[in-house]
């Protein structure tokens, strides 16, 4: 399973208040995958959804191989250790990208 179809899935598993923690942005974050197509998270209205492609306009970009970011979705790899090893780069909003990762996490 592609890190696209895992974070489809724990979307649907994130506890509500967790949710709503985090749904309280209006923010996209472009996943630039090296070895797969590209999609975005999109953050709004209470929810979090992914959509095929890349958006003129987002709040960050994640750049990584699909496998890094599947074992960091489902806790085999640090993400902190990942992009201090250079495994995966960021550029825009950091913060919230770890926060949807750790809301993520608890989907689990």
């Known amino acids: ?11 649907g598993k994130v506890p509500e208040k967790d949710m709503s923690d985090i749904a309280k942005s209006s923010k996209i974050v472009n ?3 090296t070895d797969a197509s590209p999609f ?29 970011l599947s074992d960091i979705i489902t806790g085999k790899l640090n993400a902190f250790s990942a992009f201090m090893g250079g495994k995966v ?17 608890k989907a689990k």
């Open 40 to 68: 975005q998270i999109v953050i709004g209205n209470g929810k979090i959804s992914i959509a095929d492609g890349k958006a003129e306009k987002a709040d960050a970009t994640v750049k990584c191989t699909d496998q890094v």
């Open 1 to 11: 399973m592609g890190s696209k179809d895992l974070i489809d899935k724990m979307i």
């Open 89 to 105: 780069t960021v550029s825009g909003d950091l913060f919230f990208v770890q926060k949807i990762i750790t809301v993520l996490g």
């Open 31 to 33: 996943i630039d995958l």
